[in-house]
């Protein structure tokens, strides 16, 4: 497979997973802000913008943190080069060049998505609206990615998409994870210690893991229970441990296809001996926050030797 290929296939997924990533954030900010007074929704929806990564450049064009103001941002100010209408609009460049490596299924899936969102974006989103287009934008990536396990070989191109969502998927989790858990503690003290069950919800929420985390805990929501849940149940497939084994196997698909290991695979090796023998006690020992940025320096570092070993830009 040319690397254009492989980058075209590798970005595809990072883009659609980063517009779903948003789409799961922006619901559950929708959510939580709902429930509030005007002052704590304001803090809820600057909370949403410093999760998404996007504070300075939201500042340097808004004032204030309301819920319409937040919500175009994300999904379709032209002035936000990271915007969901912009990250669906890469993934239908990216499924193009890529055109010969997807299944028919896929490229429906794709083209017809982004026609449906990009004409919803077309205008600023109203209250009236912004549910409806959340949902729309999760259906988009579950149509693809439903189309990629049903219809694709499992070939070099499979596992390059792959490979995109679960790095994508690791980050964002970790992202989320960090930002939210210290903007819900008022104080260090707090840690640990039980807090407003709605607002952890949130936390769940981001990530699309309310349910699953009640099923496992009987409902029982806590900050220690949330972070094990989402760093090393690898049950839970947005955990950071389930996306950290699913891109270990799909590295190692390719490493067989090609016939030897690269860079990628020796650094998978040694993210997996951090994550093996790991416990939630040793995690809040070292520091959450300490550890996460970790872990995401890891996860960028892999990405990077996968464009290194396959030659991307060839």
């Known amino acids: 497979m040319l690397g254009r290929t492989a980058n075209g296939m590798f970005w595809m997924f990072r883009y659609l997973e980063r517009a779903e990533n948003m789409a799961r ?3 559950a900010g929708l959510r939580i802000a709902l429930t509030r007074d005007l002052e704590t929704a304001e803090s809820e929806w600057r909370s949403v913008i410093s999760t998404s990564g996007q504070r300075a450049a939201y500042e340097a064009t808004h004032d204030g943190y309301t819920g319409v103001q937040v919500w175009n941002f994300l999904l ?3 002035e936000n080069t990271a915007s969901v209408r912009e990250m669906l609009g890469l993934v ?5 060049a890529a055109r010969n490596a997807i299944s028919g299924e896929v490229w429906e899936a794709v083209n017809e998505g982004w026609m449906q969102i990009d004409a919803k974006l077309s205008r600023p989103v109203s209250p009236s609206q912004i549910s409806e287009v ?4 999760r259906r988009v990536g579950t149509l693809v990615h439903g189309a990629v396990t049903n219809t694709m070989l499992r ?6 998409a792959r490979a995109g969502t679960f790095i994508e998927r690791g980050d964002s989790t970790a992202r989320i ?10 104080s260090l003290n707090y840690v640990g ?3 407003d069950s709605g607002q952890w919800e949130q936390v769940l929420r981001s990530v699309s893991g309310d349910r699953a985390f009640s099923w496992l805990h009987a409902g029982q929501i806590d900050a220690r229970g949330i972070v094990k849940f989402l760093v090393l149940d690898d049950l839970f497939p947005r955990s950071l441990a389930f996306c950290h084994s699913a891109l270990r196997r799909h590295l190692a698909g390719l490493a067989r296809l090609h016939g030897r290991e690269g860079e990628s695979n020796i650094l998978m090796r ?5 994550l093996a023998d790991l416990t939630s006690e040793m995690i809040f020992d070292q520091g959450l926050h300490e550890f996460l940025t970790d872990f995401m320096a890891r996860n960028a570092a892999i990405g990077r030797a996968i464009a290194e070993d396959y030659r991307f830009l060839s």
């Open 76 to 78: 379709r100010d032209k």
């Open 25 to 27: 954030l922006l619901d």
């Open 193 to 195: 210690s039980s807090l």
């Open 134 to 137: 959340v949902r729309k934008i």
């Open 155 to 160: 070939n070099e191109g499979y596992h390059f």
């Open 270 to 274: 040694e993210a997996d001996t951090l």
């Open 177 to 186: 994870l960090d930002m939210k858990y210290y903007l819900l503690l008022p």
């Open 92 to 96: 239908r460049t990216n499924a193009r």
